[in-house]
């Protein structure tokens, strides 16, 4: 049957706050352990309890998604990522593809990424610094129990998310996210921004379909199946869940509410709008403000990707307003949204006027604007469809490289590059890049793009396929609110992004106090399905199976 929609009130996910006060008051940092609990989750009031893995510091306390923790700037957090999961995977997944396998062939290897965070790459989350239940197993780039989370970095938000090789996708969709915030009173509290547990809302969306049972559905069928039986490089489900409820409602009062929204889906981007004309409010991109609000009708947020924006309810003409989805998926030119996926979730608002006390200042926070006379190089990244004789058709790597190779792009902490990314495949690619935050500056359409993709699949190399001669397309500016610094953008297919990439912090001069060159290095790949890459002495990785 069909589930009835805004009949659950939206859940606020448990807070845990990553520091704690000493007797003067003072944030000192502070060390937690955080599990990872096969639990029922009940997703609808109407749905039976579903089987899910889900993150908190005890299995009871465990949620869908995971707590929010609460970081303050300058004080470092200490998480030591506990893995409670059963021997067997709740999803199918799929051991014919570059996985995390433990060799005795039990237990479900998880590692944990903090998306958006940089810290050294022993606490990042590395693809094959994988674990088992109580550190049985562990992958070949497993180092150590605890991660340092430092916080030294600009305010907003982040989220921690699995990143296991070739498990990342199943992992996700049965449970594990979570959210974190980097806060910095001092800088925060003067913009007057709606502020405290009521105003101040995080929004993890994603989608799901389900079993008339309440167990999450996945088709197990893989999309080639006599090479990799069970694989599938995207998931697209019917049932749009906000903080682990299907299409929730919330009551609000008629004034200003702050709403981080994280699109948590594995596959599908949303175009949020509101069916009354309300605004969105852009304060921020991704982890970082934006030196001024920006207005719009609607949010096109990729898989990843954050968005952080005031809305003024006061402004509303009615009684109440549904956040409405209407991107295809695959996006841009797979299938139209339908009747259940359309909706989000529905907020339901007072009908008295309340003193608002928060504001949206003029100006917001002022970064270093992107300077490219500042990049010491430039490189071409380029993702196409590679065909190999031995695997199925279709690949997608970056610049034609597989996992394995060896590093390419090796940046040096403190610099800014150039990265020309040049999208030949079909559809819309986020991509994220660990450690460097970057600014997309121009994006150039490409023309004889038939000719340039035969030439790549055969060079791999942009500039002997004459990339200077194919971009030469129409050019369309960065919208204002993706225009900041961001670890996420939506590389458009056919078309090139021209990107600064930044090796430093934006908020102040200060090197990063760790080696940014040491073993086993960063990633940059789309969050998707598709690519994968690491940055800085490790490869150009690509990956399918990440996702
Ligand atoms: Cu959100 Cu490498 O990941």
């Excluded at 003029?362 to 300077?371: A, E, N, Q, S």
């Excluded at 390419?408 to 610099?415: D, H, I, L, S």
């Excluded at 430093?504 to 073993?519: K, L, M, R």
Aim: charged share 20%; proline share 8%.
């Amino acid at each position: 049957g069909k589930l009835k929609m805004f009949v659950d009130e939206l859940p606020e996910m448990p807070k845990i706050p990553g520091f704690h006060l000493s007797s003067h008051g003072l944030p000192k940092s502070k060390s937690l352990k955080i599990g990872m609990f096969m639990k029922k989750w009940k997703f609808h009031r109407d749905l039976p309890p579903t089987p899910v893995f889900a993150y908190g510091e005890s299995k009871s306390k465990a949620t869908v998604p995971g707590p929010t923790i609460e970081a303050v700037h300058g004080v470092a957090t200490y998480v030591t990522w506990q893995n409670h999961l059963p021997s067997k995977h709740i999803l199918p997944w799929d051991p014919s593809i570059p996985t995390a396998k433990p060799l005795n062939k039990k237990g479900v290897p998880t590692v944990v990424h903090l998306h958006g965070a940089i810290d050294e790459p022993s606490s990042d989350g590395n693809s094959n610094a994988w674990f088992t239940n109580g550190f049985k197993e562990v992958g070949p780039t497993w180092t150590q129990r605890t991660y340092r989370y430092r916080n030294l970095q600009h305010p907003g938000n982040l989220w921690y998310h699995d990143h296991a090789m070739g498990l990342t996708r199943v992992n996700l969709l049965a449970g594990l996210i979570g959210s974190y915030i980097v806060r910095h009173p001092e800088i925060e509290t003067p913009l007057g921004l709606p502020s405290g547990p009521e105003f101040d809302r995080t929004l993890m969306v994603f989608d799901r379909s389900f079993r008339s049972d309440g167990s999450i559905y996945m088709n197990s069928t893989g999309n080639n199946p006599s090479i990799h039986p069970q694989w599938q490089p995207e998931y697209f489900g019917d049932a749009i869940i906000v903080n682990g409820k299907a299409w929730p409602r919330l009551i609000v009062r008629r004034r200003k509410y702050r709403f981080r929204i994280i699109n948590t889906s594995n596959a599908r981007f949303f175009r949020f709008k509101f069916s009354n004309g309300l605004q969105f409010i852009h304060v921020g991109s991704d982890s970082a403000y934006l030196s001024r609000p920006v207005f719009t009708n609607d949010i096109l947020l990729g898989p990843s990707e954050i968005t952080d924006v005031i809305v003024d309810f006061s402004k509303s003409n009615s009684s109440s307003v549904i956040l409405a989805n209407d991107a295809p998926y695959p996006y841009p030119s797979g299938d139209p949204v339908n009747e259940s996926n359309n909706k989000v979730m529905k907020f339901v608002i007072k009908r008295y006027r309340d003193v608002d006390t928060w504001r949206v200042p003029k100006k917001l926070i002022d970064y270093p604007k992107p300077d490219f006379s500042s990049a010491t190089r430039t490189r071409y990244i380029a993702m196409y469809e590679y065909t190999s004789e031995t695997d199925e058709p279709v690949h997608l790597y970056l610049n034609g490289k597989p996992y394995e190779a060896p590093a390419t792009e090796t940046p040096k902490a403190g610099t800014a590059e150039i990265w020309e990314v040049i999208n030949l495949t079909e559809d819309n690619h986020p991509l994220h890049i660990h450690l460097g935050l970057f600014a997309a500056m121009e994006e150039r359409e490409l023309v004889d793009l038939d000719k340039f993709k035969s030439c790549m699949t055969k060079q791999n190399d942009a500039v002997k396929c004459q990339i200077s001669k194919h971009a030469r397309g129409k050019i369309s500016q960065v919208q204002a609110h993706e225009s900041g610094w961001k670890n996420v953008y939506k590389m458009k297919p056919g078309v090139v992004t021209k990107i600064l990439v930044r090796f430093s912090y934006i908020h102040s001069n200060a090197s990063y106090p760790f080696d940014a060159t040491a073993e086993p290095g960063y990633v940059y790949h789309c969050h998707v399905s598709t690519l994968f890459n690491l940055l800085f002495k490790r490869t150009r990785k690509y990956e399918i199976f990440l996702f």
